[in-house]
């Protein structure tokens, strides 16, 4: 068989297919409902990082936080190290 032989099979075959009136509304009703499902996440990070990077006391705190955080992971490897 020729390609054109077989979509001429293939499109006779397709246009036998029975679609209901109502078939575009189911599928964009669950497309919406999946998109509705889908942003509503538990933590939003995006916004998160938008609050903290239009506010400046929250940059410093979070530098400052991550500071302590890799201080103390230094002094708890010197102190694994050196055995205390």
């Known amino acids: ?20 009136e109502d078939f575009t509304d189911k599928v964009m009703n669950q497309i919406f409902l999946y998109e509705q499902k889908k942003s509503k996440t538990f933590f939003d990070y995006r916004r998160f990082v938008d609050l903290i990077s239009a506010n400046l006391t929250a940059q410093a705190a979070f530098v400052v936080v991550g500071a302590v955080v890799g201080l103390t992971r230094v002094v708890f490897m010197f102190a694994v190290i050196l055995g205390y």
């Open 1 to 20: 068989m020729r390609r054109q032989e077989v979509y001429d099979i293939w499109n006779k075959a397709r246009e036998q297919i029975d679609v209901k």
